[in-house]
């Protein structure tokens, strides 16, 4: 286990954001955040403006000096060309925070300020479903690895969250395509605004970590044009990325990073990206696959060639005396240079990967002496981000009673669980970051209350692989909640992954999948036993997607899903408990009831096909996550787009009018309750009709829409030509019958406030 990941081996070893957050709050008061429509023009020109200045510079350059370029030559950085003054290219993860600095090998350097800001999440800023605020957050983490001298942050990862056993679903964004399109353009726009490239990852098909290396992942062609593209589509032709990031896994019989039907065909033919495709470490398999089929630039550690004893390696190597030389051996580099000095017809091949790399630098101001605008490192205004995502990010998901708000003037609170204490920041594998400070829940909670009541911590349970319910702790925290006028308790997932060792507990982490949907260590018995003792019991849960909360869903009356909500996550989370803020999350993903209710689960194909460990086939195709639930009539847990709030809003006055292949709805939400909030108006579609079997309902607009007590809004939502296509295999293309489509309009996708229609 210890060296299955690649990137385990690294691992081991802005006045803008301001300026953006200000906008953000103009909006915020002002109503709709829904991004407008990308302009016409191709997103991925830009990269191509320099092109005279690069293709003079490629005639300078011997084939040695090209090749150098195409593969790692350290630990985060490619190799350049001081003769010419070309520049390394120096990568660092991760998707919510810069990572701690490395050295040129495998080893964290010591002496660096490298704590800094730690954001919420993937999963929890998608629960925002508000574009501005992606855009704030890419801006954060685009000063932040400017100011540390980082070319590319690795980052957004944006896979569809299919199987809620996937080990890396914090990292992303959705089980829906739609909201994941909407989310990622903002997010890439904000880091490359700030003059450092964003990395879309990872490409494609990678849905789940165990057997991630050679798992050879097919579906349909429809599945993978409407359900696990179109992210990576917006986000090379609306947001204008400058790198992607191939995975591990196989497709359709050929690893992925070095797939000619994705990479050349798909991705840089049909979608025009003109930027860099860089493998995930270590997801190289052949020299020659690599250089035809659009791998342009090779990533990985000594560390993996040291353990994985690959073929290129030539034999074995000393851990110990690993240096710079072992990188000559990866596929791009000796292996790739005698390549093309036996067969000169591959140098067209190498010098496209040379002109989509210094493509990349020019864009991220590395040559011609041009220079970035400044960074800032954990900055005041980046801290108010990282609190601004958690607080729109927590999903209320029940509150019976109206349990919640919790009054201030309470004088006695029971806080319970392992999760209250717990540091989140350096655990999940490549993700990892080193936060300056991190607000727990217990602390979270103790800057709300102050002096004012007492609190009593209790940890209910201990952290430890196959630690079931512990007597001693459960009584704890029973006296501690008998004792309350309220309890708290927080549980739920915890990464268990830090930097210097492999963590048996890793659940949310890189390179593991969970081994269920239940909560560990015996949470669940503690839960009930606490809402035994007191009623006036809210469970708080963290992590990285759906839990089985069905033997004690039914007694709580709150319950709050809190991810992980960052640095400021422990006083986000306050200020949503005590109404401070108005929840306004909500879920990206679905909640089954059970795991056998996930439709990968539920059809017997996962985690591979029984009887062949390494091959996958989708049977659930485009019916993913609420597109099954829907569908087939599968009741929930909590619903796709499920999401409460302290006010009540009411959807009225709806209209849909027809476009040229296109339609325009709206209505107007009115805050009918006493309390300002925000609420998220979801526009899906039905094809009343049509020739193949289409899902009950298919999310295609959304807007978040701020609003005071008793105040109205009118909200538009245009739905383009893609909301009422479906991708027809047999003519190979995406097709839009005529005939009338049903717009439904509601809170969730399981809470449809209005009903309209409209005839193309």
Not at 197 to 226: F, G, P, T, W
Not at 274 to 282: A, E, P
Not at 548 to 574: F, R, T
Request: charged residues 20%; neutral net charge.
């Amino acid at each position: 286990m210890l060296y299955k990941s690649p990137r385990f081996a690294a691992l081991l070893g802005t006045a803008v954001c301001s300026a953006m957050m200000s906008i953000y709050v103009a909006q915020s008061k002002s109503g709709p955040t829904t991004e407008k429509p990308a302009p016409k023009e191709n997103q991925q020109a830009r990269l191509t403006a320099n092109d005279d200045k690069i293709n003079a510079l490629l005639s300078k350059l011997t084939l040695e000096e090209k090749i150098k370029m195409l593969h790692g030559v350290s630990s985060f950085n490619s190799g350049g060309v001081e003769r010419l003054g070309i520049p390394e290219l120096e990568t660092s993860d991760g998707p919510h925070g810069v990572r701690f600095e490395h050295g040129r090998g495998w080893t964290a350097q010591k002496g660096v300020d490298d704590a800094g800001t730690y954001l919420p999440t993937n999963n929890t800023l998608a629960s925002t479903w508000n574009p501005a605020l992606g855009y704030a957050y890419g801006a954060v983490l685009g000063s932040e690895a400017n100011y540390r001298g980082k070319d590319v942050i690795l980052g957004p990862g944006i896979n569809i969250i299919r199987a809620p056993l996937n080990g890396r679903n914090f990292e992303y964004l959705s089980e829906d395509p739609f909201l994941v399109s909407r989310m990622v353009v903002g997010y890439i726009k904000g880091v490359q605004d700030q003059g450092v490239s964003a990395c879309v990852k990872h490409y494609a098909a990678n849905n789940q970590e165990i057997h991630r290396n050679d798992i050879d992942v097919d579906m349909s062609e429809r599945a993978l044009r409407e359900i696990y593209l179109p992210g990576f589509k917006a986000a090379v032709q609306e947001g204008g990325v400058n790198t992607l990031m191939g995975s591990y896994n196989k497709f359709r019989g050929t690893f992925a990073t070095e797939n000619a039907y994705l990479m050349n065909d798909i991705l840089k033919k049909e979608w025009g990206f003109n930027g860099v495709v860089m493998s995930d470490w270590g997801s190289v398999h052949n020299t020659m696959n690599a250089l035809r089929n659009g791998t342009d630039l090779e990533m990985g550690t000594d560390l993996v060639l040291a353990y994985q004893g690959t073929s290129q390696t030539s034999g074995s190597i000393n851990k110990d005396k690993l240096s710079e030389t072992v990188y000559d051996r990866f596929y791009l580099a000796n292996p790739a240079l005698e390549a093309v000095k036996k067969d000169p017809s591959l140098l067209p091949l190498v010098d496209d990967k040379v002109r989509r790399i210094l493509r990349v630098m020019y864009a991220t101001n590395m040559l011609d002496g041009a220079k970035r605008k400044a960074g800032a490192y954990n900055s005041k205004e980046h801290q108010a981000t990282a609190l601004k995502v958690a607080e729109e990010g927590i999903v209320l998901l029940k509150n019976d009673g109206n349990i919640l708000p919790l009054k201030k003037t309470v004088k006695t609170v029971a806080v319970i669980g392992a999760n209250a204490t717990r540091e989140n920041a350096m655990g999940g594998g490549s993700a990892q970051v080193k936060a300056k400070y991190e607000i727990t829940p217990l602390q979270g909670l103790k800057n709300a209350l102050g002096t004012k009541a007492k609190i009593t911590y209790a940890p209910g349970y201990k952290v430890a692989r196959g630690q079931q319910a512990d007597a001693k702790l459960i009584a704890e925290a029973v006296a501690a909640a008998k004792a309350a006028e309220v309890a708290i308790v927080v549980g739920g997932w915890i990464h268990g992954f830090d930097y210097s060792v492999w963590d048996e507990n890793a659940y949310d982490a890189e390179s593991v999948d969970k081994p269920d949907m239940h909560m560990p260590f015996g949470q669940d018995e503690l839960v009930k036993a606490v809402l035994k003792a007191n009623p006036n019991t809210v469970v708080v849960l963290m992590g990285g997607g759906p839990i089985d909360v069905s033997a004690w869903a039914g007694q709580a009356k709150g319950i709050v899903e809190a991810w992980y909500p960052g640095m400021e996550g422990g006083n986000a989370l306050a200020h949503i408990l005590f109404g401070d803020v108005n929840p306004s999350g909500k879920l990206p993903l679905t909640f089954p009831v059970k795991l056998e209710d996930s439709p990968a689960h539920k059809l017997g194909e996962y985690p591979s096909t029984p009887g062949d460990p390494l091959k996958q086939f989708y049977k659930d195709d485009i019916f993913v996550g609420y597109r099954y639930f829907d569908t087939y009539k599968v009741a929930p847990q909590f619903a796709f787009g499920h999401g409460l709030s302290y006010t009540t809003f009411k959807y009225d006055k709806l209209t849909v009018t027809p476009g040229n292949q296109s339609a325009t709805v709206k209505l107007t939400v009115t805050n009918t309750g006493k309390t300002a909030g925000a609420e998220v108006v979801q526009v899906y579609v039905h094809d009343d009709q049509a020739a193949v079997k289409r899902p009950e309902k298919e999310l295609k607009g959304f807007d978040k829409v701020f609003l005071k007590p008793g105040e109205s809004k009118t909200v538009t939502v245009n739905l383009d030509t893609n909301a009422f296509q479906y991708y027809d295999e047999s003519k190979k293309q995406w097709v839009l019958e005529p005939g009338k489509f049903d717009v439904l309009v509601g809170s969730s996708s399981r809470d449809i406030r209005l009903t309209g229609n409209v005839t193309l």
